[in-house]
């Protein structure tokens, strides 16, 4: 009689083959991953959010039978949320010493040893954090060694809590409390070894949690051009721990394009009380939202100009518009065309102006944005002629 294989273990090959031939990745929970193209992000199945190329984030599941990956979003009130993408949209980041580096210490807290040498190791290749990395690794592959021996771990472990207590000094508090967590995990089957912690632990787990949830905020609000939100995030993160070097990154990011924003601003108040002066301010205006769709002075402006910006944006068919669409469409269709345009294509962002991309470029622009928001042919059809019957409109007027 030929031996029975366990079920589970072919289930789960049959699954990883399927996911090989598909072409996409395969990744693991906590790997940081990006998209390779824009996409929506889905909750419980439905459109959720637009996420651009390029945003990256943190895997809690592969589901590889649906050619799915679960990540993590957290909402405006903080709460983590698990959203889907399709995986072939996603690509592993880009390798990144500090990210090695928590995810080692990180591992050890947790007692996934294996982790704690892979990463550790590879964050020591990189020259800014070599030193640090090397220093822990050793420390702490020392005391998993040690774990062995009751007497030799009895030995380490105040030094363990040494290292804790130095690193929360530093500023450096999620490596802190980890290494700290750590020690605990080791000493709870050896009273032996148990040496009181060194470290304010409700103080600094405080700090650690608000930290952790500034660098994914401030992250995704980056990535959706929401500075100013972004910069609220970053600067309650840098309280909780100054030396976080994700969110030093993402301030000077934000604080370059928000430079820059103000000055679209600026360009735009100005450029619209000139004679003729109001199609240079609503391009300045588009441009100013596309850094920074939360920039207070821009939402005002947008509003004080809300006529004029419809008019660009999203004109309404009128007499005047059919006459320069030449025929192209019957108003019927032109006005379904406009109703999916100015509701559909802004459940994820803001519309443009009309007249800012060429004909072919709208035909790009639709067909993607048609796939992710689930847009028939029939419907993009009607909107690209809808689109084309504006710019003509726009142009002639």
Not at 18 to 31: V, Y
Not at 77 to 91: H, S, Y
Not at 165 to 171: I, P, T, V
Not at 216 to 231: D, G, P, V
Request: proline letters at 5%; charged letters at 25%.
């Amino acid at each position: 009689m030929r031996p029975v294989l366990p079920l589970f273990p072919l289930i789960c090959y049959a699954l990883l083959v399927n996911a090989l031939h598909s072409g996409a990745a395969i990744f693991g929970i906590g790997d940081s991953v990006r998209l390779i193209r824009s996409e929506t992000l889905l909750f419980k199945g439905e459109n959720f959010l637009g996420a651009p190329k390029g945003q990256e984030f943190n895997v809690l599941q592969q589901d590889a039978s649906r050619g799915l990956v679960y990540v993590s979003f957290f909402k405006a009130d903080g709460t983590q949320i698990a959203v889907t993408l399709p995986a072939d949209a996603l690509e592993a980041a880009p390798p990144d010493a500090w990210k090695d580096l928590l995810r080692g210490v990180e591992g050890f807290g947790a007692g996934r040893y294996d982790d704690t040498k892979r990463f550790l190791l590879r964050a020591a290749q990189d020259p800014k954090y070599r030193a640090l990395a090397t220093s822990l690794s050793a420390r702490l592959m020392s005391v998993i060694g040690a774990s062995q021996s009751k007497a030799t771990l009895a030995a380490t472990m105040p030094a363990l809590r040494d290292t804790a207590e130095q690193l929360c000094k530093q500023g450096n508090y999620t490596l802190g409390l980890a290494v700290d967590l750590g020690a605990d995990r080791l000493a709870a089957n050896v009273p032996e070894a148990a040496v009181p912690s060194k470290i304010d632990r409700e103080d600094v787990k405080r700090r650690v949690a608000t930290v952790t949830l500034a660098v994914a905020t401030s992250r995704q609000a980056l990535a959706l051009h929401r500075l100013s939100e972004a910069n609220k995030f970053i600067k309650v993160g840098l309280e909780a721990e100054p030396t976080r070097p994700e969110l030093k990154a993402v301030e000077a990011k934000v604080q370059k394009d928000l430079a820059e924003a103000d000055s679209r601003c600026e360009d735009a108040e100005r450029m619209r009380h000139f004679p003729k002066g109001e199609v240079h301010a609503l391009t300045a205006l588009e441009q100013g939202l596309k850094l920074c769709v939360d920039h207070p002075g821009l939402i005002k402006l947008k509003r004080d100009m809300q006529g004029a910006v419809e008019e660009r944006t999203a004109p309404p068919i009128t007499p005047a518009l059919l006459t320069a669409s030449r025929g192209k469409a019957p108003a019927a269709a032109l006005e379904e065309g406009r109703k999916l345009y100015t509701t559909r294509c802004t459940e994820c962002h803001d519309l443009e102006l009309v007249d800012s991309r060429s004909e072919s470029s709208w035909q790009s622009a639709v067909s993607g944005m048609a796939r992710r928001a689930h847009i028939n042919d029939a419907q993009k059809a009607q909107i690209l002629d809808y689109l084309a019957v504006a710019r003509l409109a726009v142009a002639d007027k």
